[in-house]
């Protein structure tokens, strides 16, 4: 059982334009939500997080927000550009982060100039 | 920057060979985690330490996979006999308990069996 859900596997968005990444979760348990990014032959770094306390944070172009009664997360990247294309994790761990983090199974973000 | 270092990115072995990997984390550390990226499952936990304890293992197949950390700056993962499903990329990622700025990960190893 998936408890934590990236259902689209894959976006395109054009250079400039905001693209949407979206998580939804079912261990109401979580506390901590991050997001990672991967390029291929890397490993995943870590891009942006969120605690349950807040329902948005900012970091330069990227926002993450949190919907805790809906169980979701979202990731906005504004604007997009043709190096944030990669494939985007989206983790949640309980216990303030001291748990291992729970993946889903990625969305690959293109963006085209 | 520091960095998690992964021994070998890339490994072919045939089924029934003792694969090995090898991960150093980043230094001050206390927390590490050995995952395996399949096209099917995602990113699934094998295993994770905390100041070198195992904490769980509860996502390896006992009877071939174990993983170890004999000091602070080394943590292995094995697999004997390795089998064609055990194909995959494993990453190691590190980082403190409480880990708010999330875990770094390494690059990988490439595991291929055949």
């Given at each position: 059982?998936?408890?934590?859900?990236?259902?689209?596997?894959?976006?395109?968005?054009?250079?400039?334009?905001?693209?949407?990444?979206?998580?939804d979760y079912t261990n109401s348990m979580f506390d901590y939500f991050l997001w990672y990014k991967k390029y291929p032959a890397e490993g995943p770094t870590f891009l942006i997080s969120i605690s349950s306390i807040k329902d948005k944070n900012e970091d330069g172009r990227f926002t993450v927000f949190l919907n805790k009664s809906a169980k979701h997360l979202s990731l906005h990247i504004v604007p997009s550009q043709p190096g944030d294309s990669a494939v985007y994790f989206c983790a949640a761990s309980h216990d303030s982060g001291n748990t291992p983090l729970v993946f889903g199974k990625g969305t690959r973000l293109s963006v085209i100039a | 920057d520091a960095r998690v270092t992964q021994t070998p990115r890339h490994k072919v072995t045939e089924m029934g060979q003792e694969v090995t990997m090898r991960c150093q984390p980043i230094l001050g550390h206390?927390?590490?985690?050995?995952?395996?990226?399949?096209?099917?499952?995602?990113?699934?936990?094998?295993?994770?330490?905390?100041?070198?304890?195992?904490?769980?293992?509860?996502?390896?197949?006992?009877?071939?996979?174990?993983?170890?950390m004999p000091d602070a700056t080394l943590a292995t993962l094995k697999i004997q006999p390795s089998e064609p499903r055990d194909s995959a990329v494993y990453f190691c990622a590190s980082g403190l308990s409480g880990g708010v700025y999330g875990y770094t990960f390494g690059s990988g190893t490439r595991l291929t069996v055949v």
């Open positions: 059982d998936q408890q934590v859900k990236q259902n689209s596997p894959s976006l395109s968005v054009q250079e400039g334009r905001i693209s949407i990444l979206n998580c | 206390n927390t590490v985690f050995w995952y395996r990226q399949t096209m099917m499952q995602g990113l699934e936990l094998l295993a994770y330490f905390r100041n070198r304890a195992p904490l769980d293992d509860s996502g390896m197949p006992k009877d071939r996979f174990s993983a170890e």
